[in-house]
């Protein structure tokens, strides 16, 4: 099982990213999906999560700016956010599990930096 990151990078306060994350060796369709960050000296964070019915779920600290997507026909699960704030800088990480009543997500990708400075 793969879950792969891309689309991090620098971008000033403001600014737009898109994250998308590939997976391989699991039914897509089955899963839920979602992604963490970490910041340097903080908790990890559950930023989002979709599930196989495409029901989505955020974090307060990005409703209204981020948002989750999938398309099963290409295994890949995207984050665009929007109006980044340099609170967002964090390294992103895609995860997958198979049961949405799983507490802990079974698969991590190994992660993608965003960093939000002018």
């Known amino acids: 099982v793969q879950l792969v990151e891309s689309g991090g990078g620098l971008v000033q306060p403001g600014g737009s990213l898109r994250l998308s994350c590939a997976a391989s060796g699991i039914t897509f369709t089955l899963y839920e999906l979602g992604w963490y960050r970490q910041a340097p000296g903080k908790q990890r964070e559950l930023v989002t999560t979709?599930?196989?019915?495409?029901?989505?779920n955020y974090a307060d600290s990005v409703k209204g700016r981020f948002t989750i997507s999938r398309n099963n026909a290409k295994n890949t699960v995207y984050l665009q956010m929007n109006s980044l704030e340099p609170e967002d800088t964090a390294v992103y990480y895609c995860v997958g599990k198979r049961f949405t009543t799983n507490y802990r997500f079974d698969y991590w990708g190994q992660g993608t930096q965003v960093t939000v400075s002018s």
């Open positions: 979709i599930t196989s019915g495409d029901i989505t």
